[in-house]
């Protein structure tokens, strides 16, 4: 970074030398080297071909003028795109990483499915993944990446999960592929998944269907 930093400032340097002694007449002649190669990485070949169309128009612009402004706006607008980075080498070559977001779940919105996003957003989905849980309820990504995180620090795996309700008081119910239903209160939902990872390695509970962790210090079971 500081390398490309301290490249900038020379070419700046360069550039106010120039100006600072030329006519006129002389800069409008001069022109700057046009965006020859558009190097993008981290999607699949298919989608990486379709996010390269979008910056083919970028060949026409000088590489030392292209705002990152704009650069942006064109990944933003892609909503599998988690993280990304963006190098200019100069003279002509622009270089984008990019990081795709992870699909977490399936949900139904106005007749449509769309994945879960570990970007926070809803990307646009064919058909269904049936290997990710399905989320019922009005969803909030706030609330949802609470109880992600509450699953990820706990002792219960995630893909043991079939299907996900969120209530309007925004509490979680668990259906494991396994069949289990899990009645999480609106808070203590580590403890409750710690503790159920627990109770279920044990052979008294192999016939369980319910467990209910809403009420503080009581679980209630049912077979």
């Known amino acids: 970074m500081l390398q490309q930093i301290s490249k900038k400032i020379l070419i700046y340097f360069f550039l106010l030398l120039i100006l600072g002694t030329i006519n006129n007449k002389f800069l409008s002649n001069i022109s700057f080297p046009k965006i020859k190669d558009i190097k993008i990485n981290g999607l699949d070949e298919n989608e990486n071909i379709d996010f390269f169309k979008k910056f083919e128009e ?3 612009y000088d590489l030392f ?3 990152r402004t704009e650069v ?3 990944i933003n607008s892609n909503k ?3 993280k990304y980075s963006v190098s200019k080498v100069y003279p002509s070559t622009l270089i984008i990483k990019l990081k795709k977001a992870k699909f977490l779940g399936n949900i139904r919105k106005n007749g449509e499915i769309f994945f879960v996003g570990s970007n926070g957003k809803l990307i646009n989905a064919k058909i269904q ?3 990710l849980p399905f ?3 009005k969803f909030d990504f706030k609330n949802f990446f609470t109880l992600k995180k509450d699953i990820d620090n706990s002792l219960f795996n995630y893909e043991q999960i ?3 309700f969120i209530f309007p008081s925004g ?3 668990i259906e494991t592929k396994s069949g289990i239903l899990i009645k999480l209160p609106k808070d203590r939902q580590k403890e409750s998944l710690d503790l159920f990872s627990k109770l279920i390695k044990n052979p008294k509970f192999e016939n369980l269907k319910v467990i209910d962790f809403r009420q503080k210090n009581q679980v209630i079971v049912n077979e």
């Open 58 to 60: 970028f060949k026409s």
């Open 65 to 67: 003028f292209l705002k």
């Open 72 to 74: 942006d706006k064109k």
């Open 80 to 82: 599998l795109i988690e």
């Open 129 to 131: 993944k049936k290997e």
């Open 135 to 137: 989320i019922f309820g």
């Open 162 to 164: 079939e299907n996900l």
């Open 171 to 173: 509490r979680w119910d």
